[in-house]
Structures are given as C-alpha cells and as structure tokens.
C-alpha cells in the first residue's frame, strides 16, 4: 500500500542500509504517501524505486482489476519480478498485497515470499469462508511471516503455514523519538478516533460519548479521521448534549499535527470491530496519553500491566455505552491513574517499539531473511 504511513514509515527503518528495494502498489491509490516519495526521490544507502507503470497509474489498473480479478496487476507484478529478479519477495499487508502476489508468484517457484499481516487481515478475514480459502492458499506459499499478534501467528499455523517462529514487530515498525510532554494530568483535551470506514466504529463511539456527557463536562473533545457519517453524528450529538466536539477531517491533520494532538491529550480513544496492534495505540503510548481501546485489539501482547489502559467491549451498544462511561469515569478523573499509566507504559513503549529499540530488532533484517530463502532456494531448486 504505497499510500500508507505503515508502509511508508516500515521502509524509512532501511534507508541506511544498502538495499535494492522495488515497490510495487497493491492498492488503487490517488497518490504515493510523502514519505515514500521521499524514499524514492532521495539520495540514501537504500535504493527505492516505485515499479514502472505503478507510479501514476495504480489508480487506473487497480479500477480496471475489479473488474477481471486482479488479472492485470497479477501480470504486471509477474513482469516486473522477472525484471527485477528479488532475492525476497515481502508483501506487506494481506487482502491487497498477499492475494497480488500469491496469484503472480507460482507455488513452485524458488522466490522466497515474506507476509506482514496487518491488524484485521486475519481476525476480520479469516471468519468469512471465501477468504479463510485464499488465505491458506497465501499461508501455503509463505515462507516467513511477520505479524503483531501471537493470535495471528496461531491462525497461520492452523491454516497452512509450515515456517519458521513468526517475527513479533509492530506492522509498521516503532515510532518516532518524541519529546518529553505535560504528564497526562495536567492536560484536559480527549483524542477520539472518528474513522468509520473499513471496520470503524467513528459514530458509534461519538454517540457513546454523547451518554457520557455528564461525565466528560466541559472537556475540549477532538475526534479525528472523520468521515461523513462521523461529522453528521457529532453535529447531532452537540447539539443533544451540549458536548465541545470539534472534527476533524480524515487526512485534515499532518503527522506531526497528529503526534501534537496526542502530546497534549489527557486520553485517546479508539474503537474498532477488528484490530491489531494501532498505530495509534503505539504513539499514544509513547506519548504518556492514557488509552481506551476496543476490546477487539491484541494490546495483551504489547502492554505488560493491563490495568493501566481501559478496554471497551463493543459487542452491543448497550455494553458500549456502559464500558466507555466507567473508562472515562476513570481517565478523566483519576491522576495518579493517568500518570501512573504514562511512566510504565510509555518507558515501555521507549524500550520495545521506540526509534532505537525498532531499529535495533530490525537491523539487518532483510539480509537475514534474504540468507534464509538463499538456503532454502538450494534445498528446494539444486
């Protein structure tokens, strides 16, 4: 996905490593994400290219592919590995990625494939029988699987992965060095997550905050990544309950916007149907902010003492509603909690997902993985 931040952010971890990269778009994007443009225009140890035909016109063959089952991509990345000629094939996400290149790369083909499975590539997908199918078809191809939740790692093996220990990181990497902010006690703004796209919860979340009205006061309450349904919603909630919401557009905030957002909230939440490990779990984390999360993520993996988070069950809006209630009840109005919280949790985060802890886990990494499929390329093809 050339026009993700996840993608975006997991190659600048190699950019002082003298690699030969080719990025191949697996989605119909409008543009390349800034940070991948930069990777690619730039001058550093690792050579980025984005594949000839991809650059500009994703968008068009991606359109065209609904409409022939990926036929067209699957030829032009068959093309462009023969061209290439990659020690290591990753395909960084499972839907668009995974299938793209399961189609193109034969089973008895010598290329080592690498999957980086995303949040809800599995937990979501893999309940609905006409995925589960392609999945263990990509699992079967599959010689090394990156994922950020030993859930993931079970589903795999139960569904025709056969390699090595998967490798445990966040999907895109860590996160950036950030600065020391206020403690989360002396800061009064809630961070919402308003995405109600694929999986989001954007307006149910906002008409919960609207039956925790009483609790929340006066509070500033900046929901992000709005789409329509979400900003609609709010309008309707405002007025209900008197509540200071302010949206703000999906893509309305740069990044560093968004890290400044979080620096200054005393609690982020974000609700999902489906989730991995969030990015903005992770920054949040990082940022001392207090976390209110969907019950539907794998933070059990990455946040050693679970009582200092909240997680909201969103099965019904009726436990919505009431698991959201107590968590703010408890963010909002325990300091010792929030702070307590900020220094645990983001020493945590600085030590195991940080900007040096990721690059120390990953350094090398691709040479190390490019070794494996060299072995394995002389059992397999002598």
């Not at 022939?68 to 061209?83: F, G, K, P, T």
């Not at 193109?104 to 590539?121: F, I, M, N």
């Not at 990509?138 to 025709?160: I, K, N, P, S, Y």
């Not at 009582?307 to 009726?318: H, P, Y």
Request: proline letters at 5%; charged letters at 25%; aromatic letters at 6%.
């Amino acid at each position: 996905m050339a026009d993700s931040i996840h993608t975006a952010r997991w190659l600048d971890q190699f950019r002082d490593e003298p690699l030969d990269v080719e990025v191949f778009p697996s989605t119909p994007h409008r543009r390349l994400h800034p940070l991948v443009r930069e990777l690619a225009d730039g001058s550093h140890a690792m050579r980025l290219r984005i594949s000839p035909g991809m650059r500009r016109l994703a968008l068009v063959w991606g359109v065209a592919d609904l409409f022939v089952a990926n036929r067209i991509r699957m030829h032009l990345l068959s093309r462009r590995i023969r061209a290439f000629r990659p020690d290591l094939l990753h395909a960084m996400e499972t839907q668009h990625a995974g299938y793209l290149s399961a189609a193109a790369v034969p089973r008895h083909s010598a290329l080592p494939v690498v999957l980086s499975v995303w949040g809800s590539d599995f937990r979501w997908f893999g309940d609905r029988p006409r995925h589960a199918t392609r999945i263990a078809g990509l699992l079967r191809r599959t010689d090394r699987l990156v994922v950020e939740c030993t859930r993931d790692e079970a589903f795999a093996r139960a569904h025709g992965y056969v390699g090595p220990r998967a490798i445990r990181v966040p999907a895109s990497g860590g996160v950036e060095a950030v600065s020391s902010p206020r403690p989360p006690s002396h800061r009064t703004t809630v961070a919402v997550k308003g995405y109600s796209g694929f999986v989001g919860l954007g307006p149910e979340t906002v008409r919960a905050l609207g039956a925790s009205a009483d609790v929340l006061g006066t509070r500033t309450i900046v929901v992000f990544s709005c789409g329509l349904r979400t900003r609609l919603t709010a309008a309707w909630v405002r007025r209900r309950s008197g509540l200071d919401l302010r949206c703000v557009a999906k893509h309305a905030l740069s990044h560093a916007a968004m890290l400044a957002l979080l620096a200054d909230a005393r609690v982020v939440v974000s609700l999902s149907r489906s989730d991995g490990f969030p990015g903005v779990v992770r920054e949040a984390l990082a940022h001392g902010t207090f976390v209110v999360h969907s019950d539907t993520a794998c933070l059990e993996d990455w946040v050693p003492d679970q009582s200092l988070i909240r997680t909201v069950d969103v099965g019904s809006r009726a436990s919505m509603r009431h698991d959201m209630r107590a968590a703010l009840q408890d963010a909002l109005t325990d300091d010792e909690l929030v702070d307590r919280a900020a220094t645990v949790l983001g020493g945590h985060a600085a030590a195991t997902w940080g900007p040096s802890a990721a690059r120390r886990a990953l350094d090398g990494l691709y040479d190390r993985l490019i070794d494996d499929g060299l072995v394995r390329r002389s059992v397999t093809n002598p």
